[in-house]
């Protein structure tokens, strides 16, 4: 491990090995409930469970309250390698109020535990409680005007990985406990994938300016659980035993994967989709030959197609 990645990830390596995550300041969002602001979607936050201090934040297309029509519904998980950011950063909550605007769709942003604090599978195991606690919920916004036959996983990053291990729990034995809850398929944007043996894109890439590898490592350490490596199945997805891959396919669900050539994931990303078509899963692929990891969330040009994707993806 580089000494720039634990200045860059600011680790405090401990004498017994340990490692302490000093996590960056970050603007942080409020949610806005008030129909009379001049905005397009309107957002609240719901406790989860309390105990594990988890909860989503909902976003409303403002349009939808007024003609009463049910909308799908995106079950967000955000980025940034397991162990920093939240439901409340604000580049995350620019990013789903966009979604949920241009989509539209009604977004539910989960706040899961975070790494190394709560290490892998934490993170996956609130995702599944998170679909859960949706069917159960008879918070008005989501009775009122949720289509529940229209369900999808979505994540960017590691959120897509989180969106990708909760969707195989649920294909594999949880889809009769969600009903009235359906979900159609899943929307992963840049999985965030390892693997020990490096890949070409990865290797092309080792110095990148958004991911370099050394940093990429260390997020694994920080998130997989202690021992691990990263040919564990938490990381290596392609290492999920097949069985659970085609519970997906019977499902009859859908799986949107996009990604970018100038993202080091890039080629673990195709292998995903390799994987997927393989087993007979309805794969729709997309990607660019430019952009890097998490430009939707910073380039609004590159926001703005992937949500057309998206509205397609869920049309189609």
Same mark, same amino acid.
């Given at each position: 491990?580089?000494?720039?990645?634990?200045?860059?990830?600011?680790?405090i390596r401990?004498? /017994?090995?340990?490692?302490?995550l000093?996590?960056?300041p970050e603007?942080?969002?409020?949610?806005?409930? $008030?129909r009379?602001?001049?905005?397009?979607?309107?957002?609240?936050?719901?406790t989860?469970?309390p105990?594990?201090d988890? *909860?989503?934040?909902?976003?409303?297309?403002?349009?939808?309250?007024?003609?009463n029509?049910k909308?799908?519904?995106?079950?967000?998980?955000?980025?940034?390698g397991?162990v920093?950011?939240?439901?409340?950063?604000t580049?995350?909550?620019d990013?789903c109020?966009?979604?949920a $605007?241009?989509?539209?769709?009604?977004? =539910?942003?989960?706040?899961?535990?975070?790494?190394p604090?709560?290490?892998?599978p =934490?993170?996956?195991?609130?995702?599944?409680?998170?679909?859960? *606690?949706i069917?159960s919920?008879?918070?008005e *916004?989501?009775?009122?005007?949720?289509?529940?036959? @229209?369900?999808?996983?979505m994540?960017?990053?590691?959120?897509?990985?989180? =969106?990708?291990y909760?969707g195989? @729990?649920?294909?594999?034995?949880?889809v009769?406990?969600?009903?009235?809850?359906k979900?159609?398929?899943?929307?992963?944007?840049?999985p965030?994938?390892?693997?020990t043996? @490096?890949?070409?894109?990865e290797?092309?890439?080792?110095?990148?300016?958004?991911?370099?590898?050394?940093?990429n /490592?260390l997020?694994w350490?920080?998130a997989?659980p202690?021992?691990?490596? &990263?040919?564990?199945?938490?990381?290596?997805?392609?290492a999920?035993?097949? *069985? &659970?891959?085609e519970?997906? @396919?019977?499902?009859?669900?859908?799986?949107?994967?996009?990604? +970018?050539?100038?993202?080091?994931?890039?080629?673990r990303?195709?292998?995903?989709?390799?994987?997927?078509?393989?087993?007979?899963?309805c794969?729709v692929?997309?990607?660019?030959?430019?952009g +890097?990891h998490g430009?939707?969330?910073?380039?609004p040009n590159k926001?703005?197609?992937?949500?057309?994707?998206?509205?397609?993806?869920?049309?189609?």
């Amino acid at each position: 491990m580089s000494d720039h990645s634990e200045e860059h990830m600011k680790i405090i390596r401990k004498p /017994d090995g340990t490692l302490t995550l000093l996590r960056k300041p970050e603007s942080r969002s409020l949610p806005q409930s $008030d129909r009379t602001l001049s905005i397009t979607v309107l957002s609240k936050d719901l406790t989860i469970n309390p105990h594990n201090d988890t *909860w989503l934040r909902l976003f409303l297309p403002k349009q939808g309250t007024n003609d009463n029509k049910k909308l799908p519904l995106i079950v967000f998980f955000h980025g940034s390698g397991f162990v920093t950011s939240s439901a409340a950063s604000t580049i995350f909550h620019d990013f789903c109020v966009n979604i949920a $605007d241009g989509a539209a769709a009604v977004v =539910a942003s989960v706040e899961y535990r975070l790494a190394p604090e709560h290490r892998l599978p =934490a993170a996956y195991d609130d995702a599944v409680e998170t679909f859960h *606690w949706i069917k159960s919920s008879q918070d008005e *916004w989501l009775t009122k005007h949720v289509d529940y036959s @229209r369900c999808y996983l979505m994540g960017n990053s590691a959120g897509a990985t989180i =969106a990708y291990y909760a969707g195989l @729990r649920i294909a594999s034995g949880e889809v009769g406990d969600l009903e009235p809850l359906k979900i159609q398929g899943m929307i992963l944007r840049q999985p965030y994938i390892g693997g020990t043996q @490096r890949t070409e894109s990865e290797l092309r890439l080792e110095n990148d300016a958004v991911l370099p590898l050394s940093d990429n /490592d260390l997020m694994w350490e920080l998130a997989l659980p202690v021992g691990a490596d &990263r040919d564990h199945e938490y990381c290596n997805l392609t290492a999920v035993d097949g *069985w &659970r891959v085609e519970k997906v @396919r019977d499902q009859g669900w859908r799986v949107m994967v996009s990604g +970018c050539g100038g993202d080091p994931l890039v080629d673990r990303d195709r292998e995903l989709v390799k994987v997927l078509e393989e087993k007979g899963v309805c794969v729709v692929s997309d990607f660019e030959e430019e952009g +890097c990891h998490g430009i939707e969330l910073t380039d609004p040009n590159k926001a703005k197609t992937l949500i057309r994707l998206i509205k397609h993806f869920m049309s189609s």
